[in-house]
């Protein structure tokens, strides 16, 4: 089951703000965020574990909300790197679901000068 | 050196034709990945393998075969190509072993994809 992001597209100027979502509609194990630039690999940026355990890159915020199985990525004071796609990434809390990692479409940031 | 690298590049073949992309990874880690990225740009998983076991099947179909010959390789062979199996593939390598009530906790490493292009 793929988690929903949004939203699809945010274009912004620099220094301004934004945030993704991305919800569940199972419950969660992890919720992970990896931004991807054209052409290139997606890139870790963060994980978000079930019990409050984060992992990522400091510059990155992030919350999850695991009683709603939601999850937000929090863009600061963006900057024209920050340009690219962003992935969420959910593992579902079932026994069948070790390991799988499902990744939402994906929300296209722009950040303009 | 490059931690996850996945060979070719870029694949432009006929449908009906058998291909194969190769994947190495020099981190040490146990568990592969296989992802398929198609154009709306859905990440979506394949198949994954720890320590040479297969350990995630998804629904695709019988024409992709998984093989790791090793822990540090995993090879993706596709069988009687069709047009739908155009997409950008991407391996990818963690540390996890994940199971009964282990998750993935760690990052994912990916390839730099390669992209197949069926005609």
């Known amino acids: 089951q793929q988690p929903v992001q949004s939203p699809q597209a945010v274009i912004l100027r620099e220094g301004e703000d934004a945030v993704i979502n991305c919800s569940s509609s199972k419950a969660l194990y992890s919720v992970h965020w990896y931004r991807q630039k054209h052409g290139e690999a997606p890139v870790f940026l963060m994980i978000?574990?079930?019990?409050?355990e984060q992992k990522g890159h400091e510059k990155i915020s992030a919350s999850f909300n695991e009683k709603k199985q939601q999850s937000s990525l929090y863009l600061t004071a963006s900057q024209l790197s920050y340009s690219g796609t962003y992935f969420c990434?959910?593992?579902?809390?079932?026994?069948?679901?070790?390991?799988?990692?499902?990744f939402g479409a994906g929300t296209q940031v722009v950040v303009t000068p | 050196d490059t931690a996850v690298s996945q060979t070719p590049k870029y694949l432009v073949t006929q449908m009906g034709n058998d291909k194969s992309i190769k994947c190495e990874q020099n981190l040490g880690h146990d568990t592969m990945y296989w992802y398929k990225q198609d154009s709306k740009k859905f990440l979506k998983i394949m198949f994954s393998y720890n320590n040479k076991e297969l350990i995630i099947n998804e629904t695709v179909p019988n024409r992709f075969s998984p093989k790791s010959p090793d822990k540090a390789h995993l090879n993706l062979h596709i069988n009687s190509l069709e047009l739908g199996d155009s997409a950008v593939y991407f391996c990818a390598s963690s540390q996890d072993s994940p199971g009964q009530g282990a998750g993935v906790t760690g990052e994912l490493f990916f390839g730099e994809g390669s992209r197949l292009t069926v005609l």
């Open positions: 990434g959910t593992e579902v809390l079932a026994q069948d679901s070790w390991g799988k990692l499902q």
């Open positions: 978000l574990l079930k019990g409050g």
